[in-house]
């Protein structure tokens, strides 16, 4: 079964508001989370890093402002899009590292689609 | 050149064939990944290899350390097996590097 959850599975909102995704680990805890992003077609994008309890570490280009991401738990990170354009359509894929299997093994979440009208 | 590159992009087959898809990295890794990605987006960890052989059901993957490659067959394929499969190698240090992934469709 899935150990990795995001909600919500898809959302849409009206440009120049905010949306906030959950990522969560259901079985087991997870040290570190990763966000990615996918454009149609193309490949995962690693956007941030996050250990539960410090500030999250953004890949270059990604705008740590527009995207703030929050891992308060051992058990769940959001992150949050804020004032969002249309650009910022995109598939968003989390995945979490922790004390389940191999402590290497990433587990992805189910992803969030976010169409900004 | 990309860190990791896939072949084929694109794959058709007809249902019952074997498949092969495969990856070649350039970089040092401590392990690999082959993920799958069904329409819709949902994506499923199928393996995770740091040597040699794994199979699971109707899935084999294999690596060869030495020449930096990995292999990932699905022996009487199915429609259902239709998804996008994406390799992606983890660098020391822990961070993935996503190949771009091999769209494929099996045809009944």
């Known amino acids: 079964g899935a150990v990795v959850s995001q909600h919500p599975s898809r959302v849409i909102c009206k440009s120049g508001t905010s949306v906030k995704i959950e990522c969560r680990s259901l079985?087991?805890?997870?040290?570190?989370m990763f966000w990615y992003r996918q454009f149609p077609k193309k490949s995962l994008m690693l956007m941030a890093t996050?250990?539960?309890?410090?500030?999250?570490?953004?890949e270059q280009g990604v705008e740590k402002d527009k995207f703030l991401i929050n891992h308060a738990s051992l058990t769940l990170s959001t992150l949050t899009v804020t004032s969002a354009h249309p650009e910022d359509s995109s598939f968003y894929i989390c995945s979490a590292r922790g004390d389940r299997g191999r402590t290497d093994t990433q587990y992805f979440g189910p992803g969030t689609r976010l169409t900004v009208l | 050149k990309n860190e990791v590159e896939q072949s084929p992009q694109n794959l058709t087959a007809q249902e019952g064939e074997f498949i092969t898809i495969n990856c070649s990295y350039s970089?040092?890794?401590?392990?690999l990944h082959w993920l799958q990605q069904h329409p819709g987006g949902g994506i499923v960890s199928l393996f995770m290899l740091s040597s040699g052989k794994k199979k699971h059901g109707r899935l084999i993957a294999t690596i060869n350390i030495q020449e930096k490659h990995s292999s990932l067959h699905i022996t009487a394929s199915h429609p259902r097996d239709s998804a996008v499969y994406i390799c992606?190698?983890?660098?020391?240090?822990?961070?993935?590097?996503f190949g771009a992934g091999t769209i494929l469709r099996v045809k009944s």
């Open positions: 079985d087991f805890q997870a040290t570190t």
């Open positions: 970089v040092g890794i401590s392990a």
């Open positions: 996050s250990n539960e309890g410090s500030k999250a570490t953004y």
């Open positions: 992606a190698v983890m660098e020391y240090g822990n961070k993935l590097v």
